[in-house]
């Protein structure tokens, strides 16, 4: 065969030099990514072994419960030590716990309340174990959806009396110590007839007649009458406080206890 016969043969048409060159072109970017690939797996794994290593696992924050005296099976669970401490008293026949960093808190806090009685608290090994269901009644697994609604309730009462409070509140370290220092130096004051003598036993009565402008015993009556303000404003916060956490104590289904924080919210009283 001649060289120009050879040549001719090796002459492709257009349909496949296109297929040729696609394919070409295919084993090309084919080989490139699987060259990526084995790069970036070893980088990805050298990666997830820095993150296992230091990464830690999620903190629990330390809970506090609520034990059936009995049976040590669950009635409640929370963080916050008032709140569990009031739903002890209001369910006879429990007692509380606190610093609890098991490690299956979380799993029972998302839970049902229902659910609740069937974890039973070890307090020797402190760690959460599985109740016996044949001593699970419905009257428990009530009694801890009961305690759960009362613990929602219980914060949010509690946040709105705060809020009612925050018009005293002066929110700076110690200024609650000054205020009632204050009150004290200003009534030994009105108490010795605002001798001035005895300005040097008033330190901060004399800080405030001064930055105020006014004389001795006018700083004292003043500061006397905003600790007068003061208290009455507290003391009808505490009424309504004692008021409405007697009714929610004595509260015995979840209905009620709605219709209780729906008439505080609406009127302001228990």
């Known amino acids: 065969m001649s060289t120009l016969e050879?040549?001719?043969?090796?002459?492709l048409s257009l349909s496949e030099w296109i297929t040729d060159t696609v394919a070409g072109r295919t084993k090309w970017y084919d080989m490139i990514e699987n060259t990526q690939k084995n790069i970036s797996m070893p980088l990805k794994n050298i990666v997830d072994k820095i993150r296992s290593r230091f990464s830690k696992p999620?903190?629990?924050?330390?809970?506090?419960?609520?034990?059936?005296?009995?049976n040590?099976?669950?009635?409640?669970i929370g963080t916050q030590i008032p709140a569990i401490a009031f739903l002890r008293e209001s369910f006879m026949d429990t007692i509380y716990d606190v610093g609890i960093v098991s490690p299956e808190v979380l799993q029972i806090k998302a839970s049902d309340p229902r659910t609740y009685p069937e974890w039973s608290w070890d307090f020797a090994n402190r760690v959460f174990t599985k109740t016996?269901?044949?001593i699970i009644t419905k009257g428990m697994r009530e009694r801890a959806v009961l305690a759960a609604k009362k613990g929602e309730i219980i914060f949010r009462a509690s946040y709105v009396i705060n809020r009612g409070r925050d018009k005293v509140n002066p929110g700076l370290f110690f200024q609650e110590?000054?205020?009632?220092?204050?009150?004290?130096?200003?009534q030994l004051l009105k108490d010795a007839a605002f001798d001035q003598t005895l300005a040097a036993s008033a330190p901060y009565v004399v800080q405030y007649a001064d930055e105020s402008g006014m004389s001795l015993q006018d700083a004292a009556e003043d500061i006397l009458f905003q600790a007068q303000l003061f208290h009455e404003h507290l003391e009808k916060t505490e009424k309504v406080r004692?008021?409405?956490?007697?009714?929610?104590?004595?509260?015995?289904?979840?209905?009620?206890?709605?219709?209780?924080?729906?008439?505080?919210?609406?009127?302001?009283?228990?």
Not at 6 to 11: D, I, T
Not at 243 to 270: C, N, S, W, Y
């Open 6 to 11: 050879k040549a001719e043969r090796r002459k």
């Open 58 to 70: 999620p903190r629990v924050v330390a809970h506090c419960v609520v034990i059936d005296a009995g």
């Open 72 to 76: 040590n099976t669950l009635v409640a």
């Open 132 to 134: 016996n269901p044949a």
């Open 177 to 186: 110590t000054i205020y009632a220092t204050k009150q004290k130096q200003a």
């Open 242 to 270: 004692l008021a409405l956490f007697r009714k929610i104590r004595r509260a015995r289904t979840p209905a009620e206890l709605d219709d209780i924080m729906e008439r505080f919210q609406r009127e302001g009283v228990a």
